[in-house]
Each structure stands twice: as structure tokens, then as C-alpha cells.
């Protein structure tokens, strides 16, 4: 019975979705749902010169980086970031870590120079945890005009549907419906529901338009300071660029491949950042686990022991913490 209100409920939902809002542009629909409460992920990342006739790396720039997401029972993310001088990552080779207690969109908002690392971290979250709040929440806060699905959904179609479920389970999916009629064919006004009904889910926001990327279909997201390109069959995220005044931050997703057969995540991610440096970011590994919080504590325990007598000032690109 869940299963077939869930189906009725969710075909009426997409008869109008025509056009999808920006946040759902960023819950990464082609993901499974992830059902962990920790995952990592491992990079290289160093400085680049986009324009060699072969894009080649700076010399002594590279750093190898993990981000080990945790997230609450209450769905607070906890972030921790770790620096590296070698690509075996262990212990030995250990520099620098950075501990985020409660990772919020509005820790970005403080100042300009926050922008590339808020759109970064928005991003991870985006492709990471299938979250597309985040994004949208962080760039409500840098005065860019988008809006969370929350706020544009159509309140007279969330109230039918709602009634609609309640009828389902009530009569056993339509089964001992009797001379109770469905809200979605009432005997009185069904011209109002059909009508409703007939209406877009969520408000159209003129934000969203179906345009091509390198010559694929993807949706575009457009605003006076923000754009970002989403393809179309797949909803992998290919380029966003915010602008800040004068200054511009530019990231590129690029090769998604399947880590551990189900999570899509791109092989390469560059950022152009906002002293205009170009930054190449190859992922190396992506793994999901379970972590309590005693664990969570330990790992973290571990992390300041080793750094006790190693901890060194890195140079780093600025959507680093």
C-alpha cells in the first residue's frame, strides 16, 4: 500500500514538472540516495597553467586532501579537512587539518573573498549528499535571487495532493472508496481541482531554461551573478560561475565516473579562482562508511596527535579551509 500511494502520488507530481527549480538542480538526481552517515574523499590538488600548449602543473604546488563528511542523526554536517605532502597520505606525510563542528550556507556570507570557498563547499554537498538547499541557501545569502523549493511550491496543489494521500490510505487505494470520491474527482467542484491540478507545481521562476553545453542538452541556471550548467539526461553538474563585483569564480566538473559502482562524481574538478589562479582537482577515491559519534571524536583525537609536532603552514587555494 506505501509503495502505490508513493507511485500515484509521485506520477501526479511529474505530469507538470516541465521545468526543474534550481534546488533540484542540485540534489545530483542521478545519485542513489546515500545511506551512510559518513563518506571521504581523497584529491591531488595544485595549480595549473591552463594556457601551456598542454596544461601543465606548477611546480611545488600540489597537495593531496581528504574531506571527510559526517552527518547527524538531526542532519547537521560535520566537515573535517585534511592536508597532505605526499600522495600516500598517511600519518607521516599529515601538515594541516581544519574541523567544521556544524557546516552552515551562512558561514559564507561574511564577505566577499568567502564566495569561492562557500560555492565549493556547495558543490561537495550538491554532489556528495544529494543535497540542493545548501546551494541555493548559500547563494540567497550572497544576494543572488534564487529561492528554495519551500518557497515556490503551489499551496493549493501540496493541500489536494495531501488530501488525495489521506483519501488513498482511508479507502485502501481506491478500493472501499464506496460513495467517498476521490478529492481529485469530487462531485463538487471538480472543475477547481482539475484546475488546480492542471497547474505547475512549483512557480516558474524564469531562472531555469533548457540550452545546450558543449553541445549536449542541459539545463541552465541563470541570474544577473550566478550561472551554472546541469546536463539534462543525467543532472550532473558541468560548470558554475559566480560573480562578485569584479571578481569571478569559476568551477568545471568534468568525467564523472561510478565510485563504488553507484556514487557519480567527477574525475576532475577546476576551479578558477578569484585571483584568478587555476586550480585542478583530481579525485583519487570517494568511500562511504558508518561512524558513531564516539569514533567521529577519536579519528579526531588521532588527527591532533599526529599534528602535535608536525603541523605546517601550507599554501592553499582559498576554497580550502
Known amino acids: 500500500m506505501k509503495f502505490l500511494i508513493l507511485g500515484l502520488v509521485l506520477t501526479v507530481f511529474s505530469a507538470h514538472a516541465y521545468v526543474p527549480t534550481v534546488e533540484s538542480l542540485f540534489r545530483h538526481g542521478a ?34 586532501v581528504k574531506w571527510a563528511y559526517n552527518i547527524t542523526p538531526q542532519g547537521k554536517l560535520k566537515l573535517t579537512q585534511l592536508i597532505y605532502r605526499a600522495a600516500s597520505m598517511t600519518e607521516a606525510s599529515l601538515v594541516d587539518k581544519s574541523y567544521i563542528a556544524e557546516l552552515s550556507p551562512q558561514a559564507f556570507a ?11 563547499i556547495s558543490l561537495m554537498n550538491s554532489l556528495l549528499i544529494n543535497d540542493g538547499s545548501f546551494m541555493v541557501d548559500f547563494l540567497h545569502n550572497r544576494g543572488v535571487n534564487v529561492r528554495l523549493n519551500s518557497d515556490i511550491i503551489n499551496q493549493d496543489k501540496r493541500a489536494l495532493l495531501a488530501r488525495y494521500r489521506a483519501w488513498l490510505i482511508r479507502t485502501k487505494g481506491g478500493r472501499d472508496a464506496g460513495s467517498d470520491p476521490s478529492p ?29 553545453y558543449q553541445g549536449e542538452p542541459a539545463w541552465q541556471v541563470k541570474t544577473e551573478t550566478f550561472d551554472a550548467w546541469v546536463s539534462d539526461a543525467s543532472r550532473e553538474v558541468r560548470q ?27 574525475r ?21 562508511f558508518n561512524e558513531s559519534a564516539a569514533e567521529l571524536l577519536a579519528r579526531l583525537r588521532a588527527h591532533d596527535q599526529v599534528l602535535l609536532q608536525r603541523r605546517e603552514t601550507v599554501a592553499k587555494p582559498a576554497f580550502l579551509f
Open 268 to 288: 576532475q574538478i577546476v576551479v578558477k579562482g578569484q585571483q584568478d589562479q587555476f586550480w585542478q582537482i583530481d579525485v583519487l577515491g570517494l568511500k562511504h
Open 184 to 212: 481529485l474527482a469530487p462531485t463538487v467542484d471538480r472543475e477547481k481541482a482539475e484546475k488546480i491540478m492542471a497547474s505547475p507545481m512549483y512557480a516558474d521562476t524564469q531562472q531555469v531554461t533548457l540550452s545546450r
Open 31 to 64: 545519485n542513489a540516495d546515500v545511506t551512510s552517515n559518513a563518506l571521504v574523499v581523497s584529491a591531488k590538488v595544485a595549480l595549473v597553467n591552463p594556457y601551456a600548449e598542454k596544461i601543465e602543473q606548477v611546480d611545488g604546488s600540489a597537495i593531496w
Open 240 to 266: 558554475l560561475v559566480l560573480r562578485t563585483g569584479a571578481v569571478e569564480v569559476d568551477i568545471q566538473c568534468r568525467d564523472y565516473l561510478l565510485y563504488g559502482g553507484t556514487h557519480s562524481f567527477p
Open 110 to 120: 561574511a564577505s566577499p573573498e568567502m564566495g569561492e570557498r562557500g560555492l565549493f
